[in-house]
């Protein structure tokens, strides 16, 4: 029981604040499929939010990704495109350097509705050490959740990036 209040406090306080908190960019989370799901959802959501920048991490091709932007009006100068990550750990640890550095403390976390336990377990993991808090923001799909065992080896890989930088991308490339 001693333990348990002060973690319920902590759970309680992070939940409040990421309610209060209004997100400051918006951290997109590459891997949709030929339709463009996540791409189309998150023009549309721009639209809506015309004045957060949006980075799009492991995503379509650059020229996919624009034009899906462009038709929908949105300004390309809010996109900020990267390429560098490998899989759902590094769509994380490549950006949180730079979202920090630009002093960004909250984002709209948006992916696929299926994926969206493991993007959490790992955001929590990897913008939580960095001090950034997010909203999470499902794109509906007709797909059954992802199974556990994903969430919780990504959630250890992100914890032994936490500690020591490295991310297993490797590792896990060679397992799918």
Not at 32 to 47: G, H, I, M
């Amino acid at each position: 029981m001693v333990i348990a209040l002060p973690l319920l406090m902590w759970l309680g306080y992070k939940e409040v604040k990421s309610q209060v908190v209004q997100p400051q960019a918006v951290l997109v989370l590459g891997g949709s499929t030929a339709r463009l799901e996540r791409e189309k959802f998150t023009a549309d959501f721009a639209r809506k939010n015309p004045n957060l920048p949006i980075w799009i991490t492991g995503g379509s091709p650059k020229k996919t990704t624009e034009k899906v932007f462009a038709k929908a009006g949105v300004d390309p100068r809010r996109l900020h495109l990267d390429y560098e990550a490998v899989d759902t750990v590094t769509n994380f640890t490549t950006l949180v350097d730079d979202l920090e550095k630009r002093g960004i403390k909250s984002v709209y976390l948006i992916t696929s509705d299926y994926h969206m336990r493991r993007a959490c377990v790992i955001g929590e993991i990897v913008l939580g050490s960095r001090g950034i808090i997010f909203k999470p923001v499902s794109v509906p799909s007709e797909r059954s959740p992802e199974p556990i065992q994903k969430s919780v080896r990504d959630g250890a890989r992100a914890l032994v990036w936490m500690t020591t930088g490295y991310t297993g991308a490797d590792e896990a490339k060679n397992k799918r």
